[in-house]
């Protein structure tokens, strides 16, 4: 079975920094772009960043210079440092990856979800 764990939300004040960390276990064939969203109550879920196989990112503007995407490909992991943290960066952050677990399988997979709080 295969899935995404997270690690690294919390409680953090404002101007303060997080890393999130996430990897992927499993039977992995490859994977193809990985990401980060996240959600607050009674919103839609919103892309934070992605990054490819190849490390082209995507990073929202609303955490453009303050928000960086990485992976490391031999780990399956991607991550998510957050610097400069907004009270409006409180959410839910969850994982994403596009991954083969076979060579002829492809499917989209979620994270069970790591909150962070910023605070005062």
């Known amino acids: 079975q295969v899935q995404l764990v997270e690690s690294g939300g919390g409680l953090v004040q404002p101007g303060g920094s997080l890393r999130l960390s996430c990897a992927a276990s499993?039977?992995?064939?490859?994977?193809?772009?990985m990401g980060w969203y996240r959600q607050t109550p009674g919103k839609q879920r919103e892309l934070v960043a992605i990054?490819?196989?190849?490390?082209?990112?995507n990073v929202a503007d609303s955490v453009k210079g303050r928000f960086t995407i990485s992976r490391d490909n031999a780990k399956n992991t991607t991550y998510l440092q957050m610097n400069s943290l907004k009270l409006e960066d409180t959410a839910v952050y969850y994982c994403?990856?596009?991954?083969?677990?076979?060579?002829?399988?492809?499917?989209?997979?979620w994270g069970q979800g790591t909150q962070v709080t910023v605070s005062s």
């Open positions: 994403w990856a596009d991954l083969k677990p076979s060579q002829l399988r492809r499917t989209p997979l």
């Open positions: 499993g039977s992995i064939f490859s994977i193809n772009a």
């Open positions: 990054i490819t196989g190849g490390g082209s990112t």
